[in-house]
């Protein structure tokens, strides 16, 4: 690992992750279509605009589906297990989180409201969340 590799993009991540420390899923809107994705774009993928705005989605999502992980990297290690879930946010895009203590698919129901949980850990983590909020 050294610093003299990071490039833009890799900034842009570093920023990214910061705003999920602070408790902010950032991500960008385009102001033609209103495709919105998590991921930096330069122009829409969807009608090639070039009038993106930078946004915060909301806390609050859908599990659409998962993986329980029961062997994790080393900076899960102390989570395990946990489901590695795709989370369709309420008012954004889809987005890849993990939800920690789910051993079995009966804790995690498809479709399970969650919300975003500001962590120190890394990734984007979401707990389960009241059915309503
Ligand atoms: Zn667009």
């Known amino acids: 690992m050294t610093e003299l590799t990071q490039?833009?993009?890799?900034?842009?991540?570093?920023?990214?992750?910061?705003?999920?420390?602070?408790?902010?899923?950032?991500?960008?809107?385009c102001t033609n279509c209103g495709h919105q994705q998590i991921d930096i774009m330069e122009f829409?993928?969807?009608?090639?605009?070039?009038?993106?705005?930078k946004v915060e989605f909301s806390h609050?999502?859908?599990v659409v589906t998962y993986t329980i992980q029961l062997v994790a990297p080393e900076q899960f290690m102390n989570e395990v297990?946990?489901?590695?879930?795709?989370i369709q946010l309420d008012d954004?895009?889809?987005?890849?989180?993990?939800?920690?203590f789910i051993s079995r698919?009966?804790?995690?129901?498809?479709?399970?409201?969650?919300?975003?949980?500001k962590s120190y850990l890394p990734g984007i983590v979401f707990e389960k969340g009241k059915t309503g909020d």
């Not at 954004?92 to 920690?100: A, F, L, R, Y």
């Not at 698919?105 to 949980?117: H, S, T, W």
Request: charged share 25%; hydrophobic share 35%; aromatic share 10%.
């Open 7 to 29: 490039d833009a993009s890799e900034l842009t991540i570093k920023e990214f992750q910061e705003g999920i420390h602070e408790g902010k899923i950032e991500g960008y809107r």
């Open 105 to 117: 698919p009966e804790d995690l129901p498809i479709g399970q409201r969650v919300v975003f949980k």
């Open 44 to 53: 829409c993928p969807v009608c090639h605009s070039a009038k993106l705005e």
């Open 81 to 86: 297990p946990y489901a590695w879930a795709i």
């Open 92 to 100: 954004g895009p889809k987005i890849t989180g993990w939800i920690p």
């Open 60 to 62: 609050f999502g859908s």
